[in-house]
């Protein structure tokens, strides 16, 4: 299966900043998905990528808030744009292969 | 639409001790599962996932799960206990029949089990 390495592995932000995200995996995959976890909660979905097409987000997320990059198969990007306290979450990424789907490390991360 | 729940927020066993962590699902077609482990500070860790065949499946650190379709659940259970089994699982399913192009994963909640030493 693949491996994804994803960085930052945590950052600690200032409200109305920003924040990208990147992660590399090590092969091409088709699928790459966008992760939040809220602290104490399960992982919900923020959108899917796929190379050569724009992302497609999840109700209650909206390209604004959560812009995502897709320019080849093996990397992606998200941003979280204009920081606020609430956006404090772990992000992860993920593919989606043959042998089933793989998670990124994960970026926690903290807006103050 | 598919769900999952897992009915328990913690589960504490004994080291030594078999450990069971509950998990039932809904969708419409044939469910793809999967458990995954999170560590503190860490993503997801793929443990085993069921797709067809038998309904024992084996996976990593000897865990195994059981699918039940009549009582469509998944629970992961492993014969005996350690203290680096502490973590928190996520039951996730994908529905095949969810049409082409889907492949969204429903997370449960998560159980954090803990073993006593």
């Known amino acids: 299966s693949a491996v994804i390495s994803q960085k930052p592995s945590r950052d600690i932000c200032q409200r109305g900043t920003s924040l990208t995200i990147q992660c590399q995996v090590d092969s091409q995959v088709t699928m790459m998905f966008w992760y939040r976890q809220q602290p104490g909660q399960s992982l919900t979905l923020i959108a899917t990528?796929?190379?050569?097409?724009?992302?497609?987000?999840e109700s209650g997320f909206v390209i604004d808030k959560f812009p995502i990059s897709r320019p080849n198969l093996t990397f992606s990007t998200l941003t979280v744009s204009n920081l606020s306290p609430e956006d404090s979450s772990i992000y992860l990424c993920?593919?989606?292969?043959?042998?089933?789907?793989?998670f990124g490390s994960g970026t926690r991360l903290t807006v103050v | 639409a598919q769900s999952v729940a897992q009915p328990e927020d913690q589960v504490n066993v004994a080291e030594g001790n078999p450990l069971t962590v509950k998990c039932t699902y809904s969708?419409?077609?044939?469910?793809?599962l999967f458990w995954y482990v999170q560590y503190p500070n860490r993503g997801l860790q793929f443990l085993l996932k069921?797709?067809?065949?038998?309904?024992l499946v084996k996976g990593s650190y000897g865990f195994e799960a059981e699918f039940n379709k009549s009582q469509t659940s998944f629970h992961l259970k492993k014969p005996s206990a350690l203290v680096s089994d502490s973590a928190l699982y996520f039951c996730a399913v994908r529905d095949m029949n969810s049409g082409a192009g889907s492949y969204q994963l429903t997370f449960g909640k998560g159980t954090k089990l803990s073993v006593i030493p």
């Open positions: 069921y797709i067809t065949g038998d309904n």
């Open positions: 993920s593919e989606h292969d043959n042998y089933g789907y793989t």
């Open positions: 990528a796929n190379q050569g097409s724009e992302a497609t987000y």
């Open positions: 969708v419409s077609g044939n469910p793809y």
